[in-house]
Structures are given as structure tokens and as C-alpha cells.
């Protein structure tokens, strides 16, 4: 069996300094450079998928 790792919805927009900042989301990036950093290590095939929201001004 073949192993990956999915992330979905990793955005700018709910990180610090971000158009709609969410509490905990450093700390869940950080958690998903481990998760990718393992990944890799292990030979895991990786996909990433992410909504690009227009810059509004």
C-alpha cells in the first residue's frame, strides 16, 4: 500500500497578519511542516490543494 499526505486549505488569509487571521493557525502551519517534513522523509506522495482569494483594496 501506498501512502500520501493531503493538505487542504492552507492559507495565507488565516495566519497572522493575514486578511482574516484565526487563533492557533502558526501553530497548525507548524504542525503541517512536521506532518510534510515526515512525509517526505518517508517516501510519501504529497498533494496540496488551496483557494487563492483576490486582493481586495
Do not use: H
Not at 13 to 36: F, M
Amino acid at each position: 500500500m501506498k501512502n500520501a499526505l493531503i493538505a487542504i486549505g492552507v492559507q495565507n488569509d488565516y495566519s497572522p497578519g493575514g486578511a482574516y487571521p484565526l487563533e492557533g493557525a502558526a501553530d497548525a502551519a507548524a504542525e503541517i511542516v512536521v506532518a510534510v517534513r515526515q512525509a517526505y522523509k518517508e517516501g510519501w506522495r504529497s498533494c496540496f490543494a488551496a483557494q487563492a482569494s483576490p486582493i481586495s483594496g
